[in-house]
Protein backbone atom coordinates (compact mmCIF):
# COMPACT_ATOMS: atom_id res chain seq x y z
CA UNK A 1 0.00 0.00 0.00
CA UNK A 2 1.09 3.23 -0.77
CA UNK A 3 2.14 5.57 2.51
CA UNK A 4 3.04 9.09 0.83
CA UNK A 5 1.60 11.07 -1.71
CA UNK A 6 4.00 13.84 -3.35
CA UNK A 7 1.96 16.50 -4.84
CA UNK A 8 3.03 18.72 -7.50
CA UNK A 9 1.10 22.26 -8.49
CA UNK A 10 2.13 22.52 -11.60
CA UNK A 11 -0.47 25.28 -12.41
CA UNK A 12 2.20 27.50 -10.43
CA UNK A 13 5.27 26.27 -11.06
CA UNK A 14 7.78 28.65 -11.96
CA UNK A 15 10.12 26.48 -13.54
CA UNK A 16 13.15 27.70 -11.85
CA UNK A 17 14.79 24.08 -11.34
CA UNK A 18 15.84 23.48 -7.88
CA UNK A 19 13.66 20.34 -7.65
CA UNK A 20 15.05 18.87 -10.53
CA UNK A 21 18.93 19.73 -9.60
CA UNK A 22 17.86 18.23 -5.79
CA UNK A 23 16.13 15.01 -7.12
CA UNK A 24 16.52 14.34 -10.60
CA UNK A 25 15.45 11.03 -10.33
CA UNK A 26 12.06 12.11 -9.74
CA UNK A 27 11.72 15.62 -11.11
CA UNK A 28 12.89 16.67 -14.35
CA UNK A 29 12.23 19.97 -17.04
CA UNK A 30 9.67 19.96 -19.61
CA UNK A 31 10.10 23.59 -21.10
CA UNK A 32 8.74 26.47 -18.57
CA UNK A 33 7.64 23.81 -15.94
CA UNK A 34 8.91 21.04 -13.69
CA UNK A 35 7.56 17.52 -14.48
CA UNK A 36 6.95 14.77 -11.38
CA UNK A 37 8.64 11.05 -13.28
CA UNK A 38 5.76 8.75 -13.28
CA UNK A 39 2.84 11.35 -11.73
CA UNK A 40 -1.15 11.19 -12.93
CA UNK A 41 -2.97 14.61 -13.62
CA UNK A 42 -5.38 14.47 -10.38
CA UNK A 43 -8.06 16.59 -11.98
CA UNK A 44 -8.28 17.01 -15.54
CA UNK A 45 -6.38 20.26 -16.45
CA UNK A 46 -2.78 19.09 -17.50
CA UNK A 47 -1.08 22.58 -16.12
CA UNK A 48 -3.27 21.34 -13.02
CA UNK A 49 -2.29 19.28 -9.72
CA UNK A 50 -0.18 16.02 -10.74
CA UNK A 51 0.77 13.50 -7.69
CA UNK A 52 2.35 10.18 -7.50
CA UNK A 53 2.13 7.63 -4.66
CA UNK A 54 5.42 6.08 -2.95
CA UNK A 55 5.49 3.16 -0.74
CA UNK A 56 8.38 4.23 0.68
CA UNK A 57 11.85 5.31 -0.11
CA UNK A 58 13.57 8.99 -1.85
CA UNK A 59 10.98 11.29 0.41
CA UNK A 60 14.29 12.52 2.14
CA UNK A 61 15.41 14.32 -1.07
CA UNK A 62 11.97 14.74 -2.27
CA UNK A 63 11.48 16.73 1.09
CA UNK A 64 14.39 18.54 0.14
CA UNK A 65 13.03 19.56 -3.17
CA UNK A 66 9.89 20.70 -1.25
CA UNK A 67 11.76 22.71 0.95
CA UNK A 68 13.64 24.51 -1.69
CA UNK A 69 10.61 25.35 -3.86
CA UNK A 70 10.44 29.08 -3.82
CA UNK A 71 6.52 28.92 -4.76
CA UNK A 72 6.12 26.81 -3.11
CA UNK A 73 4.28 24.16 -5.02
CA UNK A 74 5.66 20.77 -4.17
CA UNK A 75 3.57 18.63 -0.87
CA UNK A 76 4.54 15.73 0.32
CA UNK A 77 1.68 14.41 2.19
CA UNK A 78 1.58 10.53 4.45
CA UNK A 79 -1.75 8.67 3.74
CA UNK A 80 -3.38 7.02 6.29
CA UNK A 81 -2.15 3.78 7.68
S1 LIG B 1 11.32 23.89 -7.35
FE1 LIG B 1 9.12 24.38 -7.44
S2 LIG B 1 8.96 26.16 -8.77
FE2 LIG B 1 10.98 25.29 -9.07
S3 LIG B 1 10.74 23.96 -10.88
FE3 LIG B 1 10.47 22.69 -9.04
S4 LIG B 1 8.27 22.67 -8.62
FE4 LIG B 1 8.68 24.35 -10.05
Given amino acids: MPKWVIEH ?17 HWKMEGDKSHLNGSQKKDGNPD ?14 NQEAADSCPVPCIFIKKLKD
Fill in 48 to 61: GVWEIKEVEGDLEL
Fill in 9 to 25: HKDICIGCGACAAIEPK
